[in-house]
């Protein structure tokens, strides 16, 4: 006789397809734990990124990391409990700069936003019809895979920038960092730890290698030791991020920019819904056709 216990057991391996996807519930937890952490570094650079916009209020990326942090939450949470695949979501990198230095620089913060909810609509409307699977079928597989490997190398190259060791300008990268930098030397040692880690097929090589970086940089920065990094950047407690109080401005802005005629009329607004549509749907194709390629999702569903 079944215990009500091992039934309920049974019916979530069945509704998550444990056995589809050959899962092991404690490498589940660990996996998504593993995730978690390293897709965490959205929460600190999305708000950095967007509170720079041009419109943008003062003081609001606690609002900003709620925002990024719930719309995370949501992502994730549909894509699992209802579509049931393994693969988290959270707002991506190279959008948010689009946003921010080319839409938000023409129409401002609100319309931008504004702009970025009607490429949603848009791009809802097409993965709802045929239309999403044709375009999908006629790209070639190569261009598929390279799309989810130049995301890769674009967050790469942010990581090589923020650990100064390249040296970017108006023209993205003007030469090589200062090499007796502290900061450099440290980036640069864990740098060969990761790749030591995983070629040596050590468990959780990446999550090891940023925990010790953490470890080893936040009292270097605290102190000053490594220069050209301010201290503020890494203390949750600066006037940025006092508590989520300006959740709700954030919130309410992309609804203040749809009521704005001057976003109508400017052509900025087309173009940038357009844009955002474009690399929402080939990004998103992209990396899933990768982790597909990853995991072998479509072999184990058929």
Same mark, same amino acid.
């Given at each position: 006789?079944?215990?009500?216990?091992?039934?309920?057991?049974?019916?979530?391996?069945?509704?998550?397809?444990?056995?589809?996807?050959?899962?092991?519930?404690?490498?589940?937890?660990?996996?998504?734990?593993?995730?978690?952490?390293?897709?965490?570094?959205?929460?600190?650079?999305?708000?950095?990124?967007?509170?720079?916009?041009?419109?943008? /209020?003062?003081? &609001?990326?606690?609002? @900003?990391?709620?925002?990024?942090?719930?719309?995370?939450?949501? $992502? #994730?949470? +549909?894509?699992?409990?209802?579509?049931?695949?393994?693969?988290?979501?959270?707002?991506?990198?190279?959008?948010?700069?689009?946003?921010?230095?080319?839409?938000?620089?023409?129409?401002?913060?609100?319309?931008?936003?504004?702009?970025?909810?009607?490429?949603?609509?848009?791009?809802?409307?097409?993965?709802?019809?045929?239309?999403?699977?044709?375009?999908?079928?006629?790209?070639?597989?190569?261009?598929?895979?390279?799309?989810?490997?130049?995301?890769?190398?674009?967050?790469?190259?942010?990581?090589?920038?923020?650990?100064?060791?390249?040296?970017?300008?108006?023209?993205?990268?003007?030469?090589?960092?200062?090499?007796?930098?502290?900061?450099?030397?440290?980036?640069?040692?864990?740098?060969?730890?990761?790749?030591?880690?995983?070629?040596?097929?050590?468990? /959780?090589?990446? &999550?090891?290698?940023? @925990?010790?970086?953490?470890?080893?940089?936040?009292?270097?920065? $605290? #102190?000053? +030791?490594?220069?050209?990094?301010?201290?503020?950047?890494?203390?949750?407690?600066?006037?940025?991020?006092?508590?989520?109080?300006?959740?709700?401005?954030?919130?309410?802005?992309?609804?203040?920019?749809?009521?704005?005629?001057?976003?109508?009329?400017?052509?900025?607004?087309?173009?940038?819904?357009?844009?955002?549509?474009?690399?929402?749907?080939?990004?998103?194709?992209?990396?899933?056709?990768?982790?597909?390629?990853?995991?072998?999702?479509?072999?184990?569903?058929?």
């Amino acid at each position: 006789m079944k215990t009500k216990e091992s039934t309920f057991v049974n019916r979530f391996r069945k509704y998550f397809k444990f056995d589809t996807y050959e899962a092991i519930f404690r490498k589940e937890i660990i996996g998504g734990l593993s995730t978690f952490i390293a897709m965490a570094y959205i929460l600190a650079v999305n708000p950095a990124m967007v509170s720079s916009a041009n419109g943008a /209020g003062e003081n &609001i990326e606690g609002g @900003l990391f709620l925002s990024t942090a719930i719309s995370a939450f949501c $992502a #994730t949470m +549909f894509m699992g409990l209802y579509a049931r695949i393994p693969v988290s979501l959270a707002p991506g990198m190279g959008l948010n700069a689009f946003f921010t230095y080319n839409i938000a620089s023409q129409i401002g913060f609100n319309s931008a936003l504004s702009v970025t909810i009607l490429s949603g609509v848009l791009y809802f409307i097409v993965v709802m019809t045929p239309a999403r699977e044709k375009i999908s079928q006629i790209m070639p597989t190569n261009l598929k895979l390279a799309i989810g490997a130049s995301i890769g190398f674009f967050i790469a190259f942010l990581g090589l920038q923020d650990s100064q060791i390249i040296v970017k300008d108006v023209a993205l990268v003007s030469g090589l960092g200062n090499f007796t930098n502290p900061l450099v030397i440290t980036a640069l040692i864990l740098l060969f730890v990761a790749l030591i880690l995983h070629y040596s097929k050590i468990p /959780g090589a990446i &999550i090891i290698t940023m @925990l010790l970086g953490g470890i080893i940089l936040l009292p270097m920065i $605290a #102190t000053g +030791f490594i220069k050209g990094v301010d201290p503020q950047s890494i203390n949750p407690m600066h006037e940025g991020y006092k508590g989520f109080s300006s959740f709700p401005e954030v919130a309410s802005a992309a609804w203040k920019g749809f009521i704005s005629p001057e976003m109508w009329k400017n052509p900025i607004t087309y173009i940038g819904a357009l844009s955002f549509l474009y690399m929402d749907f080939f990004d998103t194709t992209g990396t899933l056709i990768s982790i597909d390629k990853t995991l072998n999702l479509t072999e184990k569903d058929t």
